[in-house]
């Protein structure tokens, strides 16, 4: 079932200060061939789950993200079959250099079900500072 999903997600990617994420979890989720789609830009940016590890990681070592905890504010959980749908509303609290920061945003999460195991084929997200978008 879908009911952990989101949260076992999040905590792999959360880390305290000097720790990082736990990327064996965080792939796991993913099927092979998963992308995430970054769209809070100007012009979306792609990763595999494999560019997206070596992106954050990247950032950990590097002392760009101090501490990151990702946390669900609500979902909607859609299923059909073996696909499905979930859409997160999170926060996202980090530490980077020049303080600590809060943003709110919205995960699109779609999973396909295989050997009873469920795994993102796709992410995509937008957030910003302000709940503004959930009023």
Same mark, same amino acid.
């Given at each position: 079932m879908l009911k952990n999903f989101t949260e076992e997600l999040?905590?792999?990617?959360?880390?305290?200060?000097?720790?990082?994420?736990?990327?064996?979890?965080?792939? +796991?989720?993913?099927?092979?061939? /998963?992308?995430?789609? *970054?769209?809070?830009?100007?012009?979306?940016?792609?990763?595999? #789950?494999d560019k997206y590890v070596e992106f954050i990681k990247g950032n950990v070592e590097a002392g760009n993200i101090l501490a990151l905890?990702?946390?669900?504010?609500? +979902?909607?959980?859609?299923?059909? /079959?073996?696909?499905? *749908?979930?859409?997160?509303?999170?926060?996202?609290?980090?530490? #980077?250099?020049t303080g600590v920061f809060v943003r709110y945003g919205i995960n699109l999460i779609q999973v396909i079900r295989r050997d009873s195991q469920w795994y993102i084929s796709s992410m995509c997200w937008d957030d910003r500072e302000d709940q503004s978008m959930f009023a």
């Amino acid at each position: 079932m879908l009911k952990n999903f989101t949260e076992e997600l999040y905590q792999a990617i959360s880390f305290h200060k000097g720790s990082a994420p736990n990327y064996a979890a965080l792939k +796991s989720r993913f099927l092979q061939e /998963g992308i995430l789609i *970054n769209n809070k830009g100007e012009a979306p940016v792609i990763k595999t #789950i494999d560019k997206y590890v070596e992106f954050i990681k990247g950032n950990v070592e590097a002392g760009n993200i101090l501490a990151l905890t990702e946390s669900e504010i609500s +979902s909607c959980i859609e299923i059909y /079959g073996d696909v499905g *749908n979930i859409t997160s509303r999170y926060q996202l609290l980090f530490e #980077i250099s020049t303080g600590v920061f809060v943003r709110y945003g919205i995960n699109l999460i779609q999973v396909i079900r295989r050997d009873s195991q469920w795994y993102i084929s796709s992410m995509c997200w937008d957030d910003r500072e302000d709940q503004s978008m959930f009023a």
